[in-house]
């Protein structure tokens, strides 16, 4: 499986930007979709997830209220919606996804998922 994201980009303090990652195919079971970031000097963290079978959300507490997470079901897609951008969201965001079972871990851990995508650059200028 390969995830292409796309949509990062350079954007000021308070503006938006919407991150959209595709899965190359669709022959496997998908349970959940997601997001995590790492920023220069940081560790990788969780922003956001998504599960494929019903659509719950869940996020980072640095990111609720401004980020939204969505899906395409049809296209095997995830979005993530960005409002409100501070300086601090600055990172590479990389989409995930989850194919197998039984759940090792948590959504928020980056050994849950199974594959990851190239990630795509966020710039916020205060």
């Known amino acids: 499986v390969q995830l292409q994201a796309c949509g990062g980009g350079l954007v000021q303090a308070g503006g938006s930007l919407r991150l959209s990652c595709a899965a190359s195919e669709r022959t496997f079971s998908l349970y959940f979709m997601g997001w995590f970031r790492q920023a220069p000097g940081k560790e990788r963290e969780f922003v956001a997830a998504?599960?494929?079978?019903?659509?719950?959300?869940y996020y980072a507490d640095s990111v609720k209220g401004r980020f939204s997470i969505s899906r395409d079901n049809v296209k095997n897609m995830v979005f993530l919606q960005m409002n409100s951008l501070k300086p601090e969201d600055a990172a590479v965001y990389s989409c995930?996804?989850?194919?197998?079972?039984?759940?090792?871990?948590?959504?928020?851990?980056?050994?849950?998922?199974?594959?990851w995508g190239q990630g795509t650059k966020v710039t916020v200028s205060s």
């Open positions: 995930v996804i989850k194919t197998s079972r039984p759940y090792s871990g948590f959504y928020y851990m980056t050994t849950f998922y199974d594959y």
């Open positions: 998504i599960r494929w079978s019903g659509g719950s959300t």
